[in-house]
């Protein structure tokens, strides 16, 4: 009986840890649970709309093709998968400080943190990079009143731009600003060319055709199909049309799409966008407010704060959470370039 | 706890970092040569070629939470709250959300309105 009260008062009595982790830690870990259930959702949500639309979403090797200082080079993935080794390289810098901790060796600690914070600043410039690239687009491309949108191609297939063959024609369209407006609405910038000059361009260069968002699946009734133009059409890639039917699809325009934005991007299906800003950008936040926690911890290793408090646990902590934004990363990347 | 990690896990560390780095690397060639034989085998719903992706992440997925993160140190009690609970939930709200959305398709597929023109 005495030894069970003496128990008793020893768990409760505090300084018990549940589960072998001290309250931080374990705090920390039941974050980490909510936050990848919260990117899990997304992601999810992402696969849902994608299966959903599983015969016209974009293909991310030909949205994500360039590469610094390599203009008009076609390099798919590889600025990526750089991204990728420069935030598992900080994570290994961040795990490193973690083990230098437990070895109570500041100047060290002090090292692998500030090199961890690098890291993650050269990553977050390089998604903004990303970001800018897929929001000036390249090619440009037209939608129609159906609201699918229509790429541009030569008789080899390869992608044209709307400078290389749009005409300029006479017209007087001045973008509608606040300022002129009876409602002070305005309007957003308009777009380089008019659907009139791209329709008058494809008119004077008879060896375009368009591609539609369309996947083409080699099938038999795609195969029998007059309307296709089935010289060039690949399996898993995106159908051409034949020259006559080009027209036809041409005149069913509407807006001239350049880069992307939340309405509607030059890429194909409006969600691809939506999703890519929406998960990037989540994970992007996070890795900012990671470097700016990483910059207060590293500041404090500067101190002394630690080493007065004969213990780096707050580095571990935040070790956690950066380890956290490396592995979700891995699953974007997987999910948005890979697969 | 955690008196056995005073020990450097230096090696352990860059150890882990090399396989992560191969994987990385691997995925990255599969991704641009996409070979014909993975690309082109279906496998529940999907190519072979994206499950060996889905694989591979899972695998660095491991490594970064086992070492970097050193699951591999806690109870087996807080492994099992942190790691049983999330793989539980997004295996039921992928499976369910990947169901619903290609049924989607299919309805559109068959259906009357016609909207990609």
Not at chain 1, 24 to 34: N, R
Not at chain 1, 35 to 61: C, E, H, M, Q, V
Not at chain 1, 164 to 189: C, I, M, Y
Not at chain 2, 94 to 108: A, C, N, R
């Amino acid at each position: 009986m005495g030894t069970t009260v003496t128990t008793t008062a020893n768990t409760w009595g505090g300084g018990n840890e549940p589960m072998g982790a001290s309250y931080g830690k374990l705090m920390m870990w039941f974050f980490i649970v909510s936050d990848a259930l919260t990117f899990s959702g997304f992601l999810a949500a992402y696969g849902f709309s994608r299966f959903k639309f599983i015969d016209n979403w974009p293909i991310a090797d030909e949205v994500f093709t360039h590469f610094p200082f390599m203009h008009g080079v076609e390099a798919p993935m590889y600025y990526v998968a750089l991204m990728t080794f420069i935030l598992i390289f900080s994570s290994v810098t961040m795990v490193l400080a973690v083990d230098a901790g437990h070895q109570m060796k500041q100047k060290k600690v002090a090292f692998y943190m500030l090199l961890t914070i690098v890291g993650g600043l050269i990553f977050v410039g390089s998604q903004a990079w990303e970001w800018k690239n897929f929001i000036t687009g390249e090619f440009g491309a037209v939608e129609t009143k159906g609201g699918s949108i229509l790429q541009f191609v030569n008789k080899e297939g390869e992608r044209v731009k709307l400078a290389d063959f749009a005409a300029t024609l006479h017209e007087e369209r001045v973008q509608h600003e606040r300022k002129n407006g009876v409602w002070f609405v305005g309007e957003p910038s308009l777009p380089s060319y008019s659907v009139a000059e791209v329709q008058a361009g494809f008119k004077a260069h008879p060896d375009l055709l368009i591609r539609t968002e369309k996947i083409y699946r080699g099938t038999e009734a795609e195969k029998a199909d007059k309307t296709l133009y089935n010289e060039l059409n690949k399996e898993k890639h995106k159908t051409v049309l034949t020259r006559a039917e080009s027209e036809k699809m041409l005149a069913n325009a509407h807006l001239v799409v350049e880069g992307a934005n939340l309405t509607r991007n030059e890429y194909g299906s409006k969600l691809f966008a939506d999703f890519f800003f929406f998960i990037t950008g989540f994970h992007g936040f996070h890795v900012f407010s990671g470097v700016i926690i990483n910059i207060i911890i590293y500041l404090n290793v500067l101190l002394g704060t630690y080493e007065r408090r004969k213990s780096y646990e707050m580095v571990e902590k935040v070790g956690l959470y950066w380890h956290f934004v490396d592995l979700v990363w891995v699953f974007v990347f997987t999910f948005f370039y890979l697969v | 706890m955690a008196h056995d990690t005073h020990a450097s896990n230096t090696k352990r560390i860059w150890f882990v970092f090399g396989l992560l780095s191969f994987v990385t690397i691997v995925e990255v060639y599969l991704g641009i040569e996409r070979p014909h034989f993975l690309y082109f085998t279906n496998i529940l719903g999907m190519n072979l070629l994206n499950w060996v992706f889905i694989i591979l992440t899972l695998y660095k997925a491991y490594y970064i939470t086992w070492a970097f993160m050193h699951m591999e140190g806690e109870k087996p009690s807080l492994r099992w709250a942190v790691v049983g609970t999330v793989v539980f939930l997004i295996l039921y709200l992928v499976f369910i959300l990947l169901t619903e959305g290609s049924y989607v398709h299919d309805v559109f597929k068959v259906g009357t309105i016609k909207w990609n023109f």
